[in-house]
């Protein structure tokens, strides 16, 4: 085993010079080349070329790929994690060097076959690559690596959304059977484990469900088949802790807290957003108003913010732009009202507005911008939540007051009702009631079959009298109460979110 | 000096692939290109995209250049008329591609490859399906001619960098489904034709002849294989899971073998009964040959194809262990009745043994050669 037989390669005037046995064993194109007896495969003796020519390819590219051969193949830490550790740091113009690079170097690789260099890039994917290294896995038919780049863009969707770029690989479906890229990411973050997850400033201590180890956990997911609750293996970020009145909603598979106050000081704009496919929060744009106790809706793919303390504008947002706008505001600015969205439109139902109580069912249509007077009611209602299922808008809780001549009973602050609300027929149901729990300050989430329903505010003086953690079924209109509560705690905030497999993580 | 030897030798064929640049013939194809479909109406995403990519990238045949005159003073003289070319998307850098988006996110390319946003040259110029039929396909067909047509060992003058890259093109320019199909179609039509050339040759030479077009076949596969590997990993075996070489293995069993199996079987076990009728490492090759094809064949005749091929016939057994014995005594005295000695028995030195035996020792070595 002397010295190692070299092949010379030769691109447009320069040469390179590679170890023909690495290349044999590192290119399928070198490899298929020797084999196939053809003018490139005999030995210079025998009629054979001095030099390999290649054309076509780019020389920084070709140069990446011939290194990694030379090197004898996957080294840790080769090529693309220096560059990528830079993070968000990168200047635009170098995102771009890097970007040309990757494809020439992706060019060259799938030219020579170098199965296990594109094997590499499968961990090399990132938020500054994904985009390119997924059309370049497109161009050059490489289906693991558009695989990889898919998994990575449904992790991080909302993040590559935002990216420019992201239009140029967004194309409209191209045959009426497909779907678009975003389409196919947004449905792929509806998988994993449906889990009920609750926010909340929870107090430690002995009546804690657990024995937690420092400071009580600001995020717990919920076992069903146990009834118990964990820890998430994350927390509320700082500046979201000891915030109230907040609007919540999600949006993709993302929970976004935005706005409310501070108890020591006022309303904020700011907006954050929890990845659960990453245990990460986002802080995304922060709105153009800052409000608190408004209502947060998710229509269309798209974030409202309804409203406020004083406030009739609403704002929506895009996370394809990661920005605000200012769209059609309420007629009037709402207290204890209301929101939620259903077949594509927001209602708001309930509060007060300035003078008096409104009874009016308002209706938004996002693509026309347009609110509509949709009917009055003559049941006042105020401090509800709502969720809807197709049609049906369920109205959980809150305090109702009939007027006319028929009412029922006055005021019936010491109940936890659901109704229903259709849309279509515009038709009320009273669908049950709960004397021994109150209906206010509670948080609700629908989840699987029915509607988790949480008090909000759980005070430690007052706590057995309102510890609420029960479901209503929707579809044999029955309660089921359930022992475990998460712990004792303000500001509570339940909400239903799909959780990655065990097996993925 | 052997290189203009074999250009004059293939012809404007090599002559055509031997250019320093690929784009030579796709850019020359233009000038054949002027009958299209109408071009789309120019857009201000064709701005951009119609200036000429860099220098060194396009060698324009002159017609070409003619006919992009006028484009150069795009903001001078009224419009240029939609040509042929317009709808090449010349995409020269990502910045163009970038502007390009931002300023109209709403006309979306129809294909992946327009919103190309590399530098790449093998991927600049969009191949279209007419200038696959007419430049690409023909030089892939007369590669495939000589390889299927020439003796196995022969010297092969084609360049394997040359072919591959014009596969790889297509690849990537989503040829790959019109070039399986057209390069299955193109080995069944050769076939075919072996097939009809073996059924009409004498009975005495078929067997060599089916031989010939085997071996040939199989060496052709060893240089054809390789030059596909590109549409093989990326569309046959991504798209279609299956391996090309299976496929054109195939063929030759369904096209040839066959079709020509129950002409072929008694002529062979009549052969294998008349010794040096065919040679052994012809009878040894199609049986072989035969066994790769389709290992059901066996069953025609185990006894011959278990002389070639391990483990046809069941293993031995114990019981018939003294039957064994006698067949091979009874072998023996048949090659002692033929005038093979027993060898030497005697206990001498090996030297001795040399010059004693030297004879016999010649004589069984032809025997079984």
């Known amino acids: 085993m002397s010295a190692e037989e070299m ?288 209502k947060l809706v998710a229509v269309n793919s798209k974030l409202y913010a309804i409203g406020g303390q004083a406030v009739s504008n609403v704002e929506c947002y895009n996370p394809e732009q990661d920005a605000w706008n200012f769209v059609a505001p309420l007629p009037n600015p709402l207290a204890e009202f209301s929101a939620c969205e259903c077949k594509g439109k927001i209602y708001v139902i309930g509060g007060y507005t300035t003078r008096d109580r409104n009874m009016n069912i308002l209706q938004y249509c996002p693509s026309a911008d347009i609110w509509t007077l949709l009917e009055t009611c ?34 019936s602050e010491d109940m936890l009702t659901v109704q229903s609300y259709n849309t279509v027929t515009r038709q009320w149901l009273y669908l049950k009631e709960n004397t021994s729990k109150s209906g206010l300050n509670l948080t609700c989430a629908l989840h699987n079959d029915g509607i988790y329903i949480m008090s909000r505010d759980v005070t430690l003086s007052t706590s057995l009298e309102h510890r609420v953690f029960l479901k209503y079924n929707i579809f044999s209109d029955s309660w089921e109460a359930f022992r475990r509560f998460p712990a004792f705690g303000h500001n509570l905030l339940v909400s239903s979110l799909y959780l990655p497999n065990k097996a993925e993580t | 000096m052997e290189e203009s030897m074999e250009e004059e030798e293939w012809g404007s064929y090599v002559a055509m692939m031997d250019d320093q640049n690929h784009n030579n013939w796709e850019a020359a194809v233009d000038g054949f290109r002027q009958p299209q479909p109408p071009p789309p109406p120019p857009s201000s995403i064709q701005a951009p995209a119609r200036e000429p990519p860099g220098g060194q990238l396009l060698a324009v045949p002159a017609a070409s250049v003619d006919r992009k005159g006028p484009k150069e003073g795009l903001s001078m003289g009224p419009p240029p008329p939609p040509e042929a070319n317009g709808v090449i998307m010349m995409l020269k850098s990502c910045d163009t591609a970038a502007a390009v988006a931002k300023a109209a996110p709403a006309p979306t390319p129809s294909s992946t490859i327009n919103i190309n946003t590399s530098t790449s040259k093998f991927l600049m110029n969009v191949i279209t399906i007419e200038d696959y039929k007419s430049t690409y396909w023909p030089k892939l067909d007369g590669a495939i001619d000589q390889l299927l047509t020439q003796s196995p060992g022969d010297y092969i003058p084609i360049s394997y960098e040359q072919i591959y890259s014009c596969v790889y093109k297509c690849v990537c320019q989503q040829h790959s489904e019109q070039m399986y199909s057209d390069l299955i179609k193109k080995i069944t039509n050769h076939l075919e034709r072996v097939s009809k050339e073996l059924q009409a040759s004498p009975p005495d030479l078929y067997i060599e002849r089916f031989n010939i077009a085997l071996g040939q076949y199989m060496g052709a596969l060893q240089s054809i294989v390789p030059l596909f590997i590109y549409m093989n990993k990326f569309y046959i075996e991504t798209k279609l899971n299956r391996d090309l070489k299976d496929d054109l293995i195939k063929l030759f069993t369904e096209h040839v073998a066959e079709k020509h199996i129950y002409s072929l079987m008694p002529l062979l076990l009549e052969a294998q009964s008349t010794p040096f009728q065919v040679t052994p490492s012809t009878m040894a090759n199609i049986v072989k040959g035969l066994y790769t094809l389709r290992p059901e064949w066996v069953q025609m005749a185990p006894t011959l194809f278990s002389k070639f091929i391990p483990n046809i016939l069941p293993p031995a057994v114990e019981s018939e262990l003294s039957e064994y014995a006698a067949e091979d005594q009874k072998l023996q005295r ?34 079984y050669r």
């Not at chain 1, 140069?63 to 693309?80: H, P, Q, S, T, Y």
């Not at chain 1, 197709?390 to 109702?400: H, P, Q």
């Not at chain 2, 000695?341 to 025997?367: F, H, I, M, V, W």
């Open chain 1, 7 to 294: 092949v010379q390669i030769r691109l447009e005037d320069r040469c390179y010079p590679v170890s023909k046995r690495k290349l044999i064993e590192q290119s399928d194109y070198f490899r298929a080349l020797y084999r196939s007896g053809m003018r490139e495969a005999l030995s210079q003796e025998a009629g054979g070329p001095e030099v390999q020519q290649l054309r076509g390819l780019s020389a920084p590219g070709l140069r990446l790929v011939l290194d990694f051969i030379n090197a004898g193949g996957a080294r840790e830490g080769w090529l693309l994690g220096p560059r990528a550790e830079k993070g968000g740091g990168v200047e635009e113009e170098e995102e771009m060097d890097e970007v040309s690079l990757l494809a020439e170097l992706v060019e060259a690789a799938s030219f020579l076959q170098v199965t296990s260099l594109l094997q590499l890039l499968l961990s090399q994917v990132r938020l500054t690559n994904c985009l390119e290294l997924y059309r370049l896995a497109q161009v050059y038919g490489l289906p693991d690596l558009q695989e990889a780049c898919l998994r990575f863009m449904v992790v991080h969707f909302h993040e590559v959304l935002c990216k420019p770029q992201f239009h140029l690989l967004g194309a409209p479906p191209q045959a009426p059977g497909d779907v678009s890229l975003k389409q196919r990411l947004r449905e792929a973050r509806m998988t994993g484990t449906p889990v009920l997850v609750a926010l909340g400033d929870f107090l430690g201590g002995p009546l804690a469900p657990h024995p937690y180890q420092g400071e009580p956990p600001s995020m717990l997911r919920y076992e069903e088949m146990t009834e118990r609750w964990f820890p998430l293996a994350n927390n509320l970020p700082p500046d979201l802790v000891n915030v109230r009145g907040y609007g919540s909603a999600i949006l993709d598979n993302y929970l976004f807290i935005v706005g409310g106050y501070r108890i020591t000081s006022q309303e904020i704009s700011a907006a954050h957003s929890y990845n659960p496919s990453t245990n990460e929060w986002l802080q995304v744009a922060s709105m153009n108003q800052k409000r608190s106790n408004f």
């Open chain 2, 334 to 367: 048949e090659l002692i009745q033929n005038g093979f000695t027993r060898g030497d028995q005697s206990r001498k030195r090996a030297g001795d043994e040399l010059a004693y035996n030297s004879s016999s020792a010649c004589a069984s070595s032809r025997g």
């Open chain 1, 378 to 411: 003559d049941v006042h209602i105020r401090k509800q939540q709502m969720v809807s299922v197709e049609e049906t808008i369920y109205i959980v809780g809150g305090c109702l007051h009939e007027l006319g001549p028929n009412r029922r009973s006055s005021q």
